[in-house]
């Protein structure tokens, strides 16, 4: 059984338009993540939730909004696509909003905007 | 600011050898740091962590220093193996419970 999934896992799409991603953790975990993976392989944190609330918030343009409408889904809307957009898009989930428990990632879903 | 850096960002070497995996931090105050593995196409993978009041730690084949002192933290694979290719990632946390992720390193290991 897969712990993190995420789909789409490939999303090309053109710029101006509105897509979201979807996560779900089977974990039991209390906090979900958003992260993004530039083409550098840089990694930073979008978003956290805990329990649907939301914990961190990084300075993300409001174009991203994150849902989450129960503790185990934590859901990515993106609206007017650009380019700049283009990245590979992680979920992760931890037991709690505190960084000593382990993050578990899921597959990742590489966003890229035409 | 805050911010995790790596020396290298990338890495040779001859199956069965030993890697070692540097990274450096500048936040005084963290307290806790993780290695990540990525596969290709997949997402990272927790290693081995280490609380700030260690200095080592050690897992099955991967061991983690830690040097408060130069804010240095490093990552040794032992007997290296095909299967350790990946990039690999240190992270420490941050204000209000975030990871911050380095760079990355990425292993090759050659046959």
């Known amino acids: 059984d897969t712990a993190v999934s995420q789909t789409p896992k490939y999303l090309v799409t053109q710029m101006g338009n509105d897509k979201s991603i979807k996560c779900e953790q089977n974990l039991g975990h209390d906090t979900m993540y958003w992260y993004k993976q530039d083409s550098k392989k840089f990694l930073k944190i979008m978003f956290s939730y805990n329990n649907k609330e939301l914990i961190i918030n990084e300075t993300v343009p409001n174009r991203f909004s994150p849902k989450s409408p129960d503790k185990a889904h934590l859901n990515l809307h993106i609206n007017s696509l650009e380019l700049g957009d283009s990245a590979v898009y992680f979920c992760a989930s931890s037991p709690s909003g505190s960084p000593q428990y382990t993050q578990y990632f899921g597959p990742g879903t590489r966003l890229t905007v035409l | 600011g805050e911010s995790v850096g790596l020396h290298l960002p990338t890495l040779s070497v001859q199956e069965g050898d030993n890697s070692i995996i540097n990274c450096a931090y500048s936040n005084s105050a963290s307290d806790y740091f993780i290695w990540y593995k990525q596969e290709s196409g997949k997402g990272p993978q927790f290693i081995i962590d280490i609380r700030s009041n260690m200095d080592k730690r050690q897992g099955q084949r991967v061991t983690v220093l830690l040097n408060k002192t130069v804010k240095h933290l490093s990552l040794q694979i032992a007997a290296t193996q095909p299967g350790d290719s990946a990039v690999y990632f240190c992270?420490?946390?941050?204000?209000?419970?975030?990871?911050?992720f380095g760079q990355g390193t990425e292993l090759s290991v050659k046959p």
């Open positions: 992270a420490e946390s941050g204000r209000g419970g975030k990871l911050i």
